[in-house]
């Protein structure tokens, strides 16, 4: 089905492929176990040397149906499903990293996680250097050592709205051996295939844009295929070496392609769990079902509302990159050509008093701790998501202390023109 069909079939019919007789609808396999006749079937599920169900901390039917229907539609070979966009982006990396070793990040990344990389990952003994992703390549790649094993940053940042350049992170990731990782949640594979520009695993919070609906938290980490961790055996030894936990099974030798996923699910999900539930599964391929229909109506507001807000005389400044003067515009017009986002950071005159008044008089624009779903909301940052960094971080990440994040859903845009400039004429 993937080599077939465009991004609007897949959404509505990838990952889920009836049989006669069975339901037209992916249903919810909700059991924790399945059964085998024999015990030498279920001893080879266990080593590895078949595929099936046998527990759902580590695999379920609905869930995996939906891995690979995103897995399809970003060009992949395979995805792992995981309980949040936070942990998608921790077994990303710590399927490849270890105490003692390295990567390279770009600052412009969400507020949960920088936290992940500089703290929690630090207490693992794995370190991050973060880099501007704007610098020279010369410049980032001073960041690299001989025990980095990664190179990380988002297609489109949350919450400053940067783009990023793909195609320079992965020439710099692929001249040192390593892979490049993109956290591709703002775009989602309608409005961009990160594979296509050289990126080697994509990660997702599908909480967002997939979900559509603010119902269901969740992440995603699809591979794939192409980055080939037999070319640097020795820096990657957790995949290219027996894993003496599964009998000496060496996971490029009996997966190929199918490695860094297989070694995912095998090791991570049976150690750590962070399971996507079925229900959350079921839930989130709803929202996929209508992607391909809301992404370009979320990016056709989103255009709208920055053109009105840059023209207002009571807003300071607007970071969107449909705008012509953007920073980002020619990379938009590279990598998203079809529309980027509904998300857009914009700062209004005055103080900070001024903005908090002003978001608190928006009357359906909500103030909340999402962004990229239906519903249109707003958030200042320095306030709240990135509220645990200092200043001096703040603008490493891109976040000025006046920066609101406005979400535009997929309301009628009028009524959202409406809803803002009722609030700014309170300032």
Not at 105 to 134: C, H, M, Q, R
Request: glycine share 8%; hydrophobic share 40%.
């Amino acid at each position: 089905m993937q080599k077939k069909y465009k991004s609007g079939t897949l959404c509505v019919q990838g990952g889920w492929t009836p049989k006669k007789g069975e339901p037209r609808v992916l249903p919810i396999y909700q059991s924790t176990t399945f059964k085998y006749d024999t015990s030498e079937q279920m001893a080879r599920l266990f080593d590895l040397e078949d595929s099936g169900y046998f527990y759902s901390r580590l695999q379920n039917p609905t869930v995996d149906a939906v891995g690979a229907k995103i897995a399809a539609l970003e060009g992949g070979v395979g995805a792992v499903m995981t309980a949040s966009g936070q942990a998608a982006n921790f077994y990303a990396i710590f399927n490849i990293c270890q105490a003692g070793d390295h990567f390279v990040s770009a600052t412009t990344i969400y507020g949960g996680t920088y936290n992940l990389f500089t703290v929690t990952l630090k207490k693992l003994g794995i370190e991050v250097t973060l880099v501007d992703p704007d610098a020279p390549v010369e410049e980032i790649e001073k960041a690299f050592r001989p025990n980095t094993k990664a190179l990380f940053g988002e297609t489109i940042s949350n919450p400053s709205v940067n783009v990023l350049d793909i195609e320079k992170f992965a020439s710099i990731a692929h001249k040192h051996g390593v892979p490049l990782i993109i956290d591709n949640t703002f775009a989602t594979p309608i409005n961009c295939r990160p594979f296509e520009w050289g990126a080697d695993i994509v990660t997702h919070s599908t909480t967002k844009y997939m979900d559509g609906h603010a119902v269901a938290v969740g992440g995603a980490v699809v591979d794939s295929g192409n980055f080939d961790w037999e070319a640097y055996h020795d820096k990657f030894t957790g995949l290219t070496e027996p894993d003496e936990s599964y009998h000496g099974l060496t996971y490029t030798k009996a997966f190929g392609k199918a490695a860094y996923i297989t070694k995912m699910v095998a090791q991570l999900m049976r150690d750590l769990g962070s399971i996507m539930s079925p229900e959350n599964a079921f839930l989130l391929n709803l929202g996929l079902e209508t992607l391909h229909l809301r992404m370009p109506r979320h990016c056709e507001n989103a255009q709208r509302i920055a053109e009105y807000l840059k023209a207002h005389p009571k807003v300071k400044w607007v970071n969107y990159c449909g705008l012509p003067d953007s920073q980002y515009y020619s990379l938009a017009q590279k990598y998203l050509p079809n529309g980027a986002c509904g998300v857009l950071a914009f700062g209004v005159e005055g103080t900070k008093e001024d903005a908090i008044n002003f978001m608190d008089n928006l009357q359906f624009i909500a103030i909340v701790t999402h962004v990229a779903d239906a519903r249109s909301c707003i958030l200042h940052p320095a306030s709240h998501t990135h509220r645990q960094l200092s200043d001096e971080q703040l603008l490493e990440a891109g976040v000025a202390p006046d920066l609101m994040r406005l979400s535009v859903g997929i309301e009628d845009v009028d009524d959202i023109i409406a809803d803002l400039e009722q609030a700014l004429e309170k300032i």
